[in-house]
């Protein structure tokens, strides 16, 4: 059996409480941070397309999805998201702040492979990096995407 440190690789363990504090912290500030001004800006032409998406009907919902190539999980997940919290800017575009926010574990958790640094550094960076930010404050599926495939 291999050396983890000749091969580079550390050990994976489970988040222990720190681990588990830190990321806590760094969700609910995410969170706060792609809040902060959601509703400043109206929407714009492909946040409306969401808008109007989230008030059809599955099968007519799907079908617009379907003429225009764009994945359905998006926006079956939004259209129940909308009926809890709104179809208005803030609304729908909480969920892209939340699933941004979300973020911040599978990245953590990815670092955490390398070390405790690695995965702090690589969890701040997501909690402020602007560009995640913005797409956190978009009615859109970027948010979502990032998550998914972070995870």
């Given at each position: 059996?291999?050396?983890d440190r000749e091969t580079g690789?550390?050990?994976?363990?489970?988040?222990?409480?720190?681990?588990?504090?830190?990321?806590?912290?760094?969700?609910?500030?995410?969170?706060?941070?792609?809040?902060?001004?959601?509703?400043?800006?109206?929407?714009?032409?492909?946040?409306?397309?969401?808008?109007?998406?989230?008030?059809?009907?599955?099968?007519?919902?799907?079908?617009?999805?379907?003429?225009?190539?764009?994945?359905?999980?998006?926006?079956?997940?939004?259209?129940?998201?909308?009926?809890?919290?709104?179809?208005?800017?803030?609304?729908?575009?909480?969920?892209?702040?939340?699933?941004?926010?979300?973020?911040?574990?599978?990245?953590?958790?990815?670092?955490?492979?390398?070390s405790r640094r690695t995965a702090?550094?690589?969890?701040?960076?997501?909690?402020?990096?602007?560009?995640?930010?913005?797409?956190?404050?978009?009615?859109?599926?970027?948010?979502?995407?990032?998550?998914?495939?972070?995870?």
């Open positions: 059996m291999e050396d690789s550390v050990p994976i363990s489970r988040p222990d409480r720190s681990d588990l504090i830190l990321i806590s912290i760094l969700v609910i500030l995410a969170f706060i941070f792609r809040m902060l001004f959601i509703s400043r800006e109206s929407f714009w032409i492909d946040e409306v397309m969401t808008s109007l998406r989230s008030g059809y009907g599955i099968h007519e919902m799907l079908r617009s999805i379907a003429e225009r190539d764009h994945l359905p999980l998006y926006y079956l997940v939004i259209h129940v998201w909308a009926g809890i919290f709104g179809s208005g800017e803030a609304g729908l575009r909480s969920f892209s702040a939340l699933s941004g926010a979300l973020t911040i574990i599978p990245l953590y958790l990815l670092g955490r492979r390398f702090a550094l690589a969890a701040l960076i997501a909690c402020f990096l602007p560009v995640l930010i913005y797409f956190g404050q978009e009615a859109k599926m970027y948010s979502l995407l990032i998550l998914l495939s972070s995870s």
